[in-house]
């Protein structure tokens, strides 16, 4: 899906996972006016919803080109989201959950790195959050710093002074704030798929921890829910 317009635009590569927060964080990318370029993986996990949901955003949003990445993170497993074996949880837990995927955001991060020096971009956007979220490690403020250090270390355009910035535009934003903003940006939040078990259909299960967060997140902003749930 390409769009064939072209602009002067600051490139971007902003990375899409088909749920809310990186649907929110392409429609702020846009705003501040960079032609974005939109980065899925397809890196083994339970359903392909998201994938599916990820490609739907970036053409509803008009993202000047959108990418998916093939990669087999289930081969080394160790998450719920990779491992059939492992029970994706439907209560919430203390400490970091079964659903965080090792190693996760550094191998996105690192690819998408790559395609933002390919395409001349000096600005990747991703959409963690430390603020509602299920603790991930990868999601700190401190692992962004630390990322966006090698970034600069690791590449030719850093080496040659044409610096990376790793942007982080919804970290200290409550969910609820998040969804607040998409809206006045103009997010049809009933494109994205957020469940950590949507059934092919993108039905959220309305169980797992990413539902929870999503149903919370639209109650405290006052917005009714579009999500499509699973009978039950």
Known sequence: MTDMTQSDKPKAVVLVSG????????AMAQADGFECHTLAFDYGQRHRAELFAAQRVSAAMRACEHKMVTLDLRSIGGSALTDSAIA??????????????????????????????????????????????????DCRPEYIEAFQRLANLATRAGVEGRPFSIRVPLIQLSKGDIIRRGVTLGVDYALTVSCY??????RACGRCDSCYL???????????DPTRYQPH
Request: glycine fraction near 12%; proline fraction near 7%.
């Open 19 to 26: 749920g809310l927060d990186s649907a929110t964080v392409l």
């Open 88 to 137: 994706v949880p439907e209560e919430r837990s203390e400490g970091i959950p079964v659903t965080y995927v090792p190693a996760r955001n550094t191998v996105f991060l690192s690819i998408a790195l790559g395609w933002a020096e390919v395409l001349g971009a000096r600005d990747i956007f991703i959409g963690v959050n430390a603020v509602d979220y299920s603790g991930y490690p």
């Open 197 to 202: 078990q949507a059934d092919d259909e993108g």
């Open 214 to 224: 999503r149903r919370e997140g639209f109650a405290a902003a006052g917005i009714p």
